[in-house]
């Protein structure tokens, strides 16, 4: 089959490698219908990658229809409509039977618990997929949600909502979400159906803070990111902040814009081996700081009940789509931050 493959810093290619296939009774494979693109795959194009192997196929998020199923999948037969969440669960650990898949007993590494960072789980940048434990990691996608809404809903909305929850919005608050890409546009969304009154947007990218101010974000303006969120907040900085980049410089603007007893959660990926947390300042603020990596599966079932009821909308977050032969323009145009691009679909039929 065709599929994008990694081997080095902006060197993804388009290529032939072999099928997937049921290599265990409790297994499935998925025909890939929309792959999507995500802020973390970037990671790896820009040479940053999460494991050190090369030559595997990158990206953690798809739907697709099932094509064949080991003799032991119960839940799903061939041509089920299904949504693969991106975080991947061994389906035996206590962990895993409670849906927080990214805290697997049993996963010797985090490159276990992922579709696309390392050869152990091939991506789904590609024709098709091979699910392991497919009762526990698919699930069964409704009508009335789109394939574009379902790709958001395979990582970045899940990490959205879970970083609202832990950010612990509460109805009439007003918080700001740091970066105004997919994920934090979900986070908006996510905050409002919370019942937060106000949502600030920080973004570099002129065009985002435009697109954001749209679904009714209010866009931070200036070169002083910090004196504008005062200004916004009447000197007191929001109630609770999601930060969705995952820089050092990004998370120090969350932990310095947040009003005193805030709220700050982390949700960008971070590969800061050493931050410079400002322990005296948190103290001093009496903040409450959360960071960590979504369970998709955890996370699911209220945001699939949500976008069947229209509160919020994923599909609203895609910007553009391509062919999966044309990686290069699609990588290097979400890379660039150019043509307004936010979510970048990827189709292998085209």
């Known amino acids: 089959m065709k599929a994008l493959t990694y081997h080095g ?57 099932v094509v064949e199923t080991g003799g032991q999948v119960t839940r799903f037969k061939p ?14 650990c206590r ?26 789980l091939p991506g ?16 069964h996608l409704p009508e009335g949600i789109s ?34 890409g997919p994920v934090s546009l ?7 159906a919370m019942g937060a009154a106000r949502v600030l947007g920080a973004d570099l990218v002129a065009e985002r803070r435009a697109f954001a101010a749209t679904l009714g974000v209010e866009p931070v303006e200036g070169e002083d990111a910090r004196t504008a969120i005062r200004e916004m907040t009447n000197g007191r900085g929001p109630d609770a902040v999601v930060e969705a980049v995952g820089s050092d410089a990004t998370i120090e603007l969350a932990l ?5 007893a805030g709220r700050v959660s982390v949700i960008g990926v971070s590969q800061s081996n050493a931050f410079p947390f400002h322990m005296g300042l948190a103290q001093v603020k009496e903040l409450e700081f959360a960071i960590g990596l979504c369970s998709v599966h955890y996370e699911l079932p209220p945001l699939i009940a949500l976008a069947r009821a229209g509160r919020i909308r994923p599909e609203t977050v895609v910007s ?16 660039g931050r150019a043509d307004g691009v936010r979510k970048i679909l990827l189709d292998p039929a085209r």
């Not at 041509?79 to 035996?92: H, I, K, M, N, Q």
């Not at 789904?124 to 699930?139: G, K, P, T």
């Not at 032969?325 to 290097?332: D, I, K, M, R």
């Open 9 to 65: 810093r902006h060197d993804i290619r388009y290529e032939d490698v072999p099928d997937p296939a049921v290599t265990s009774p409790t297994d499935a494979v998925v025909k890939v219908t929309t792959a999507g693109v995500c802020g973390s795959d970037l990671h790896i194009y820009h040479g940053n990658p999460f494991s050190p192997e090369t030559g595997y196929t990158p990206g953690h998020e798809c739907v697709g229809v």
């Open 79 to 92: 041509g089920d409509r299904v949504l693969v969440p991106a975080s991947v669960g061994c389906a035996l």
């Open 95 to 120: 962990s895993c039977a409670a849906g927080f898949t990214a805290r697997c007993e049993r996963a010797k590494s985090s490159t276990e618990l992922c579709y696309g960072v390392s050869p152990q």
């Open 124 to 139: 789904s940048q590609a024709e098709a997929l091979a699910v392991a434990h497919a009762d526990v990691n698919l699930v």
């Open 147 to 180: 394939d574009e809404a379902a790709v958001v809903l395979t990582d970045n909305a899940p990490t959205a909502w879970y970083g609202c929850r832990r950010a612990r919005i509460q109805p009439g608050e007003t918080v700001l979400v740091v970066g105004l």
């Open 186 to 192: 979900m986070a908006a969304q996510s905050a409002f």
């Open 256 to 260: 310095k814009a947040v009003r005193q």
């Open 320 to 335: 553009h789509r391509f062919a999966l032969s044309e990686e290069p323009t699609a990588y290097e145009l979400f890379a």
